[in-house]
């Protein structure tokens, strides 16, 4: 008797399917697409309705025919690719490649590998939706006309190896652009003043800050001169409480992980890449063997901008939380989050886990370290939307300082109440939070304060910070640039063609960044503008839902596009990339030592080559020394890309450190002290740890 032939893209994800699946169907995997447009030519009919050649590559040819052999023995044949453009693309190709006409033709789509999910796929299939088809055709005719039509003028005008995609190089302009801003950043100073101030009754002291006149006016405090003014009038002034205001506040949880979002905190809490948390993603979504359970999905697919939740999994979710938190961690009725970006699929469900029920803790011994954290992050994401707001008791006081003039301060804090969520997930921050002054003792409108000091602080205005992962693809998904299949590639490319590095984690475009993205900037202003991207993409969403026709849109985009191309190869001057000095000469010739780039990034080359060709790997020092040995520490980056820090004398000296060092010791033992998160040092071979503020003051002092 024949059976069904299920196909899917990977391996991993077929042995699930087939476990649950049983015995009537047979699966197999594509191993991702089996055709595309050939590799070293443009493959697009630009004159012919931009009709695409589409190849089967060499090495997909033996999937190819194992396929089309399959399914001339199967009764029907099921496409159970992603659901996604992606997955609909693959399984209309794999129709045109494998030639699927021997047997009825299916399509299932479902958003988790659960025994549940399946057999309700499997009992309404559908057509292959071309509208889907079309929309990925049209981005990836898009993504090729743009590709290899810029690429060559780089390579011939700049340097061999460059190349421009229309996504990456708006990510790249963003990057450029907040540099620049940086550079061109000019520190404002200005001044605060905090008095600490006693309850006479009790003695008990508390923070409050400077804020203005009373009646609103607000102070700018532009200097030092004008601080010690103002402070000298606070001296003399009597302090008495004006107004308190009190009232509880209500904090809401955080949707359940969408794509961005995922990406997002997993960088904050975990610091991982946004390629290395969607490989991760992939492989808790295809399943994993679960002790008895065998090979199971654990979370819904990972790609996803849809916030939307299944009724059932609400429900379970609801029970979990009563069962395990009580009754008053419940809100009276399920929560649902609406996602208000444009473009979001509400077919589509949020990143979650297939059962609440599977505590990250009781299928810990089944995940390898990273599978476990990323499974606990969105276990906990989910679990934690449901539950009750946490309530706090804010309390706020206005205090009067009366004197020749009268100065509004303010003193706020904020109790918890009831933790609610909190109990289980607090959501991750891009940037610190000032600190909390501490807590307020109780106050009565009209009662006398005493000074006991006053606090005046110099600051200055701060330039906006690099990107990081989290903000960068935050960014890209506020201006509409990209969908959630294509963050993790965008970061990776920009990097691999050594447009931008990392520095502490945050994206620094190279002296190549810059001018890639200038010349693109000057001869494609399209490409790169960020406006015209996100319209391209409503476009390609629009095609997906059937409002609009694929080849109208290329040809919108194509006809300027050639006019700008031409316009560029007669314009475009070639330009050199100059060598960057550096202090060493080379130890074969004793000429001056240049940073070059290359294919593979930046190195050391003498600057007589071709005469002398003596080269070696760029050792990017920090000033501080090893440890171990005394030697310099050196930037250092590992197979993967990731950034780390060890001794210039390798491998004579096998220092390494993943925490950026700091130049001060250690103020306990002189040790090595390193960064942890933004503020926080620790020491290497003793158990202190500190704020790196305090550390660098007592430097100063020294």
């Not at 590559?57 to 190819?64: C, G, L, N, S």
């Not at 906006?464 to 201006?479: F, I």
């Not at 969908?483 to 475009?509: H, K, M, N, W």
Request: charged letters at 30%; aromatic letters at 8%.
């Amino acid at each position: 008797m024949s059976k069904g032939l299920v196909i899917v893209e990977s391996p991993a994800k077929a042995k699930t399917v087939s476990r649950m699946l049983g015995g009537g169907y047979r699966v197999k995997a594509s191993i991702g697409h089996v055709r595309d447009l050939p590799e070293r030519r443009l493959g697009v009919d630009v004159k012919g309705g931009f009709a695409p050649h589409y190849e089967v590559p060499y090495e997909k040819r033996a999937v190819v025919k194992e396929i089309k052999e399959a399914a001339k023995h199967a009764s029907s044949v099921y496409l159970a690719t992603d659901p996604d453009r992606e997955g609909e693309a693959i399984s209309w190709h794999l129709v045109q490649a494998a030639e699927l006409d021997s047997a009825p033709v299916k399509r299932v789509v479902f958003h988790e590998i659960t025994k549940e999910a399946l057999e309700e796929a499997f009992r309404y299939p559908r057509e292959i939706d071309m509208a889907l088809v079309n929309a990925q055709q049209a981005r990836r005719i898009l993504d090729r006309l743009v590709g290899y039509k810029i690429s060559p003028l780089l390579c011939q005008k700049v340097r061999r190896g460059l190349s421009a995609g229309r996504v990456q190089s708006a990510a790249l302009k963003m990057i450029v652009d907040r540099e620049r801003q940086i550079e061109g950043f000019v520190p404002v100073e200005y001044w605060s003043i905090d008095a600490e101030l006693e309850k006479v009754a009790d003695k008990r002291s508390f923070i409050a800050t400077l804020l203005g006149f009373m009646g609103g006016r607000k102070i700018e405090i532009g200097n030092e001169k004008e601080a010690k003014r103002i402070v000298a009038e606070l001296e003399k002034a009597s302090y008495a409480v004006d107004k308190v205001r009190k009232k509880e506040v209500a904090r809401q949880p955080a949707p359940p992980f969408i794509t961005s979002t995922l990406q997002q905190e997993a960088w904050r809490k975990l610091r991982f890449t946004a390629k290395r948390t969607m490989a991760i993603a992939q492989q808790l979504y295809e399943g994993l063997p679960i002790g008895e359970e065998g090979a199971v999905g654990l979370i819904t697919y990972m790609r996803t901008d849809s916030v939307k939740v299944a009724p059932s999994a609400l429900e379970e979710t609801r029970v979990y939380i009563k069962q395990k938190y009580g009754a008053d961690f419940l809100p009276p009725k399920p929560r649902i989050f609406a996602k208000k970006a444009k473009g979001a699929q509400e077919a589509h469900e949020a990143i979650r886990p297939t059962s609440v029920k599977r505590e990250p803790t009781s299928i810990k011994g089944y995940l390898n370290r990273d599978q476990f954290r990323l499974y606990e992050l969105i276990w906990k994401r989910m679990v934690s939307s449901q539950m009750s707001p946490a309530l706090l008791d804010t309390t706020s006081v206005d205090i009067e300082a009366k004197g020749e003039k009268a100065y509004l301060l303010r003193a706020t804090t904020s109790v918890i109440k009831f933790p609610g969520f909190t109990i289980l997930y607090i959501e991750g921050k891009d940037e610190e939070d000032e600190a909390q002054k501490g807590a307020l003792p109780e106050l009565a409108e009209g009662e006398r304060l005493k000074l006991l000091g006053l606090l005046p602080e110099q600051h200055f205005t701060q330039p906006p910070p690099r990107y990081t992962e989290a903000t960068l693809v935050k960014a890209l998904e506020e201006r509409g640039i990209g969908r959630p299949s294509t963050y993790a590639p965008i970061l990776s490319i920009v990097q691999e063609r050594g447009y931008v590095a990392r520095d502490g984690g945050r994206f620094c475009p190279l002296e190549l960044g810059f001018l890639v993205s200038d010349i693109l900037c000057e001869h494609f202003p399209d490409i790169v503008d960020l406006g015209f991207t996100a319209q391209m993409e409503e476009g390609l969403d629009r095609i997906a839902q059937g409002e609009r026709e694929w080849v109208p849109f290329l040809e919108e985009f194509y006809n300027p596009f050639e006019k700008m191309l031409q316009m560029a190869r007669q314009k475009m001057a070639k330009v050199k990339i100059a060598d960057e000095p550096v202090d060493e000469t080379c130890t074969q010739c004793g000429r001056p030592m240049v940073i070059k780039s290359g294919r593979y990034g930046r190195f050391l080359s003498c600057s007589g080559y071709p005469e002398c060709k003596n080269r070696k790997p760029l050792l990017i020092k920090i000033g501080v020394k090893c440890p171990k040995c005394g030697g310099e520490l050196v930037v250092r980056q590992s197979r993967k890309k990731r950034t780390f820090y060890g001794c210039s004398r390798y491998p004579d000296c096998d220092f390494t450190t993943g925490d950026k060092p700091i130049s001060q010791p250690c103020p306990e033992c002189g040790g090595l002290l390193v960064m942890r998160g933004k503020k926080m040092v620790k020491c290497t071979s003793y158990e202190f740890s500190g704020r790196l503020a305090e550390i660098e003051k007592e430097a100063l002092k020294v």
